[in-house]
DNA sequence: TCTGGGGTCCTTACTCTA
DNA sequence: TCTGTAGAGTAAGGACCC
């Protein structure tokens, strides 16, 4: 493994040091702490735990992945995979309990952390004392022994490269990685570990030839932006060279509340579908003024059966957190779409959001 | 055959207004 | 007053992330 860096490539400042935390299997770790039993056995986190019902994988568990089973697949096609898996519900709170626990840890070790959900945080370790390997040991040995979890740590220059970093060695890895390092380490990797490039995306770059990352690198940044834009072809160009500004953030606010559900099986009638998004309409508000937040913007958003997915909003004069409103607005969005097929979802968003108290000058 | 839920950000199109 | 246009705000959809 390379250590130190030169500062060969990254053309930023070279001497931040910036670590990625990301948690092993995380929901499914977390089971097995409560249920020991299970340990060595396949276990799938994901829905309601009943695989015959409709919803995904949250986390398998390593012995599951064996099975080819991976996050986002179906729990019915995940039951087919691996009949002798063990199905398990999502128990979100358990899991956040869990999570505020590490965090706390990380903010002792470094008070610029940036959370990234429930199983991810940067940590921007460059004033804190010591070599960054005794850093990022100090950090899993101590998660471990304060939650019996295991977790995967990348350290680099900038988040991009620690988070490629932190993936490089999972389970239980540590994995620091220069700007040097670029060439050897990260090129070689297929294009789907830049962060940013999905499944569609991959098929987009497979189609013109690209497949690594070092192949993306090597088309030059001028052929990406006339390909995939000003924006995402620059960025692709410098992600693939290991060029990375982006800075940590350390308060976040959220820009938008949403509910949304998908029926077990497809409405056919307008009735059950107006039940569900009064209800949603019901948690969004509730989940804004316990927040302390008020809104301007309402989205309604329909998927039909076969998944075509539509979305209506209106903005409001000025920001409201009243439940009569926001339904009336809501019913008037929803209104604006033919419901000629059956419908699979239903949700509502609240959006262009203000703190309550916030100043009325914007 | 199957495809959750809660988010962010980007692009494109359209409309209004200066 | 008319016309063209730039820019802001809004709307819709899509890709992506955990």
């Known amino acids: ?83 002798q898996c063990v199905f398990l519900p999502v128990d979100y709170n358990e899991y956040a309990r869990f999570s505020a626990r590490i965090k706390k840890i990380l903010l002792e070790i470094s008070p610029l952390m940036e959370d990234v959900g429930i199983d991810e945080a940067y940590l921007d370790i460059t004033a804190t004392p010591g070599p960054s390997e005794e850093i990022g040991r100090a950090i899993k040995a101590r998660v471990f022994r304060e939650t019996g979890l295991t977790c995967s740590v990348g350290i680099a220059p900038n988040k991009l490269l620690a ?15 220069g700007p040097g390092d670029v060439p050897e380490l990260i090129w070689p990797l297929s294009a789907r570990k ?16 690209i497949n690594t990352i070092g192949d993306i690198a090597a088309r030059g940044p001028e052929w990406l932006r006339e390909r995939f834009g000003e924006s995402f072809g620059q960025y692709l160009y410098e992600a693939s060279m290991g060029i990375h500004e982006s800075p940590i953030i350390t308060e976040w606010k959220p820009k938008s509340i949403s509910r949304e559900e998908t029926f077990e099986q497809d409405a056919a009638n307008w009735q059950t579908v107006a039940r569900a998004l009064a209800s949603l309409t019901r948690d969004v508000v509730s989940s804004m003024r316990q927040e ?19 979305s209506r909003a209106r ?11 926001f339904r009336r607005t809501a019913f008037e969005c929803l209104g604006r779409i033919e419901l000629a097929k059956r419908v699979r979802l239903v949700g509502v968003r609240a959006s262009g959001l203000k703190a309550r108290g916030e100043s009325e000058i914007s």
């Open 1 to 83: 493994m390379a250590f130190y860096y030169t500062l060969t490539m990254g053309g930023q400042d070279g001497n931040k040091r910036i670590l990625h935390v990301d948690m092993d299997a995380f929901f499914a770790a977390v089971e097995l702490l409560r249920r020991p039993e299970l340990k060595g056995r396949p276990v799938v986190v994901g829905g309601s735990g009943d695989p015959t019902k409709r919803g995904v994988v949250s986390t398998a568990s390593y012995e599951a992945r064996r099975f080819g089973v991976h996050s986002a697949m179906p729990l019915k096609t995940a039951l087919k995979l691996c009949p």
């Open 163 to 177: 988070k490629i970093a932190s993936d490089l060695r999972k389970p239980d890895g540590l994995t620091l990685v």
């Open 194 to 209: 830049l962060p940013g490039v999905g499944p569609k995306t991959e098929e987009l770059l497979k189609g013109l030839g």
């Open 292 to 310: 302390g937040y008020a809104a301007r913007t309402v989205t309604v958003k329909i998927r039909f059966e076969d998944f075509e997915t539509l």
């Open 315 to 325: 903005t409001l004069k000025q920001e409201t957190d009243d439940l009569e409103v």
